[in-house]
């Protein structure tokens, strides 16, 4: 098989996984409002996706927070500006680092879970069995756990941003040694409209993104257990690239009209 | 009834069935046989609309499922019992909670007597209620897992149709013994169309009253195990020689069975 051609059955795979990845996101979308509702189903997963990630997302904001506030803590001082680090934190944690460290991990804990999960159900045929019993998959297993993530991503990040804020805070006061008021009152001043709307936008748009990955990776998985694994390493990389590049968009078209508001 | 005019049906680039016609009547049991591969499963997923036909129609109590919105197909399935290889029972739900499965989704009865209804279904297929209902599919055996999953299979959807994808693979002798044992009794017992899917010739033979072979996706013979045993179709004869010994001794048993059973009722008639 020549270059070009390996090139070629490449690009048509991508735009077919592509194309069906739009298809089911559609599918997911009209179960949520056609199909019926599993309210335990959405609970439970919320738990296990909201709850279950919660410890990892108190570390994850925590040491971003001190490291970013660490590394800005040192070039502000060289100019005689460290009052200025909780804005700086402000901004950077709010509109790019919580939003972002918060998907990516959940890229990593959770849409492995769900792949991994539907993969299994896949090859052990209870998918078909649910659909022979007259249950659609998709709303019984895929749209709690759209839900899920709709409802929790962006409580943690919130969370995160609040513990990275709070890192953020030990360094400047202990180590950077910035009175904690100046410290607050900066951080207070970019607490703004624009800034917490991109901060909440970001992550209601990357849920959808994990979910629709997810569990799409997970309902066409084939192969057995090794076709599970594949397509739970897959379904991770795909949504941590998908997440930045959803994050790179979202900042540089929604930041244009959200500019009288940062 | 079933019916399939040629059938053909590609997962992608690979060919699976090619131009198959075969039809199952009302009560009528049926094996379709052949190597692993053969596309004998797919034929059980046509039937129940979870996959389409490429070509052809499958005509399932009178509607070409394939051509069905899934609103209808799933109208459909409510006559069709199916029980899938290995049980694909949800792990993550306890035995009563599998076999009430349909009723807690579909039905607005009260969770006591889906689990009497369960309890019960348990028990007409050979399991002791109070000892299995509350353990995890994990905890089973092979057996007991077929057993469940029949059960499911009944207690989901009142079946005209039983549809059985190769139900005794990986089980030990006596237990094959036992499933098929009440996959034929329910066939008799309940007048199911019955349909399995089996590479094991001698399960076939224990339960279907014609047989089906597919091999590389054609169906290389439709019949009677008399056909089956006089028939000089080179595929149907390569797929059978290392099973000659079982099907010329399981006819013989038959013969002598149904020998014995005349007997016994002559007399009868006579007084």
Known sequence: MSTFTAINNRLKFAAKSTQELFYFSVRMIAALFFRKTYFSETLEQMYTIGYGSLYLILLTGVFAGEGFALAFAHELGDFGAKNYLGRIMAIAILRELGPVLTGLMFAARVASSITAEIGAMKSSQQLDAMTAFGIDPIAKIAVPRM???????????????????????????????????????????RMVFGNLFMGILKPIAFSFVIAFIACYFGFNSRGGTKGVGQATTNSVVACSISILIVNFLITKFVSDYLKGYM | MIQLRSVSFAYGEKQVLQGVSFSVDDGEAVAIMGPSGSGKSTILRLILGLENASDGEVIVDGHDIGKLRESKRRQIRKNIGMVFQEGALFDSLTVGENVGYYLLEHSKLKWEEIDQRACRML???????????????????????????????????????????????????????????????LHREKNLSTVVVTHQIADAIAIADRYVVIIDGHMVFDGSLDELRDSRDPKVLSFLAPFRASVTGVIESRLSDVVAQNESESPQEES
């Open chain 2, 123 to 185: 028990g007409e297929v050979g399991l002791n209620c109070d000892e299995v209902i509350d353990l995890l599919p994990e905890q089973l055996s092979g057996g007991m897992r077929r057993r469940v999953a029949i059960g499911r299979a009944l207690l989901s959807t009142d079946p005209t149709i039983m549809l059985y994808d190769e139900p005794t693979t990986g089980l030990d002798p006596r237990s094959t013994h036992n499933i098929l044992g009440l996959i034929e009794q």
């Open chain 1, 147 to 189: 839900v899920a993530l709709i409802l929790m991503l962006p409580a943690l990040t919130i969370i995160c941003d609040a513990i990275a804020l709070l890192g953020g805070w030990l360094i400047a006061v202990y180590l950077a040694h910035v009175s904690s008021n100046i410290y607050w009152s900066a951080v207070m001043e």
